[in-house]
C-alpha cells in the first residue's frame, strides 16, 4: 500500500515561514490532483490549496497571497510553501492525491503550530 510521507512542519513565530513537502512511498499512477488540507482542533478538516497535473492552482481564501503549492511531477511531489503565519494557521495538515479511478490517497499529518 502506497503511502503519502509529509515533512517540513514545526514550530514557528507569527510571521515566519514554512515550507511542507509530500511524497508517496511508492509508485502512484496517473496522477491527478495534489493538494494540502488542514485540520484545527475542534474544526473540520478544510481545503488549504490544490493543483492540477496541468499546474492550475486553488487557493482557500483565508492563504491566498501568502501560501504557495507547487509540484515536482518528475518524482510525485507537492509542496506548500507557507510565508506570513499567522497563528489561525496552527493545525494539522495533510496531503492528498487523487489519481484515475477515482482513487485518493492522504498523509499521515504533519503538526505546524504558530505562536503569537
Known amino acids: 500500500q502506497v503511502q503519502l510521507v509529509e515533512a517540513g512542519g514545526g514550530l514557528v513565530q507569527t510571521g515566519g515561514s514554512l515550507r511542507l513537502s509530500c511524497a508517496p512511498s511508492g509508485t502512484i499512477l496517473g496522477i491527478m490532483t495534489m493538494g494540502w488540507y488542514r485540520q484545527a482542533p475542534g474544526k473540520q478538516r478544510e481545503l488549504v490549496a490544490v493543483i492540477t497535473g496541468g499546474g492550475i492552482t486553488n487557493y482557500a481564501d483565508s492563504v491566498q497571497g501568502r501560501f504557495t503549492i507547487s509540484r515536482d511531477s518528475a518524482r510525485n511531489t507537492v509542496y506548500l510553501q507557507m510565508n506570513s503565519l499567522k497563528p489561525e494557521d496552527t493545525a494539522v495538515y495533510y496531503c492528498?492525491?487523487?489519481?484515475?479511478?477515482?482513487?485518493?490517497?492522504w498523509g499521515q499529518g504533519t503538526q505546524v503550530t504558530v505562536s503569537s
Open positions: 492528498k492525491y487523487t489519481s484515475f479511478g477515482s482513487l485518493t490517497y
